[in-house]
């Protein structure tokens, strides 16, 4: 029934692959075979798949995994979907450097080659440039002041 294509091969390896493989309960429960994509179930993949649902949420109708869902969407030849719109917003509390003003932290967020590079914007400390977080970090107490001496 099957035949191992690697390290193991032989009569012993072949032997338990089908006695593995002839045992009651060797699919999973209502776990799908190749012949289980009926050309109904394909159609009702095609449909979701149009309707650019999440794979995990097509795999939940068709009573499959979206791994599954994934590999016949491959095997198809389906069109990639874009990628989701969520993902090209940027959040609207983002502070670039246009927008960042003088009662605001002007602590850097990322690294300033980046696209997503932004400042905190935080209320600021008075006296300081950063607000009481980013303060927290930037400055060191005297020695005196922390106990020590």
């Not at 109708?61 to 090209?88: E, F, M, Y």
């Not at 917003?89 to 850097?108: F, G, H, K, Q, T």
């Amino acid at each position: 029934m099957w035949t191992f294509v690697g390290p193991r091969r032989g009569r012993v390896w072949h032997r338990v692959c089908r006695r593995a493989a002839s045992a009651p309960g060797w699919l999973a429960e209502g776990a799908m075979s190749n012949n289980d994509w009926t050309p109904e179930r394909i159609a009702a993949l095609m449909a979701l798949w149009s309707e650019e649902l999440p794979t995990s949420e097509i795999g939940r109708r068709l009573g499959i995994t979206k791994n599954a869902v994934i590999g016949k969407v491959h095997r198809l030849g389906l069109p990639k979907r874009r990628q989701s719109p969520k993902q090209d917003l940027e959040p609207a509390d983002v502070i670039r450097l246009d927008n960042l003003s003088a009662d605001m932290c002007s602590w850097p967020v990322g690294n300033p080659s980046d696209e997503g590079f932004h400042f905190c914007g935080g209320p600021k400390v008075l006296g300081k440039p950063y607000c009481a977080k980013h303060c927290a970090v930037a400055y060191i107490k005297p020695a005196k002041v922390r106990g020590n001496g």
